[in-house]
């Protein structure tokens, strides 16, 4: 069994910072992309940003140059850096963890529970 336990969401003025981190526990096998992506009201889930098992990070153009997204393979932990946050930044994010099970051959999509992240002007 795998969880994902995600911290660091809450409330900012415009022009602040937050950092989000999300923790992988259980039986892993090894773990490939780790990722977050973001649903703000009345729209679809969107990939924020997402890294590989190497380090090379990937960005939504909308975030380039205030986000960043890093992870520590040791801890199974994914974070991201979010700086200069703006309105439009407002959302519930979520991790995304593509990983293999102890034991399994498959590797599977895993999601965290959901962090709000609310930037006021």
């Known amino acids: 069994q795998v969880q994902l336990v995600e911290s660091g969401g809450g409330s900012v003025e415009s022009g602040g910072s937050l950092r989000l981190s999300c923790a992988a526990s259980?039986?892993?096998?090894?773990?490939?992309?780790m990722g977050w992506y973001r649903q703000a009201p009345g729209k679809e889930r969107e990939l924020v940003a997402s890294?590989?098992?190497?380090?090379?990070?990937n960005y939504v153009d909308s975030v380039k140059g205030r986000f960043t997204i890093s992870r520590d393979n040791a801890g199974n932990t994914v974070y991201l850096q979010m700086n200069s946050l703006k309105s439009e930044d407002t959302a519930v994010y979520y991790c995304?963890?593509?990983?293999?099970?102890?034991?399994?051959?498959?590797?599977?999509?895993?999601w965290g529970q959901g962090t709000q992240v609310t930037v006021s002007s």
């Open positions: 995304n963890v593509r990983l293999r099970q102890r034991w399994h051959s498959n590797f599977v999509n895993y």
């Open positions: 890294i590989t098992s190497s380090g090379s990070p």
């Open positions: 259980g039986s892993i096998g090894s773990i490939d992309v």
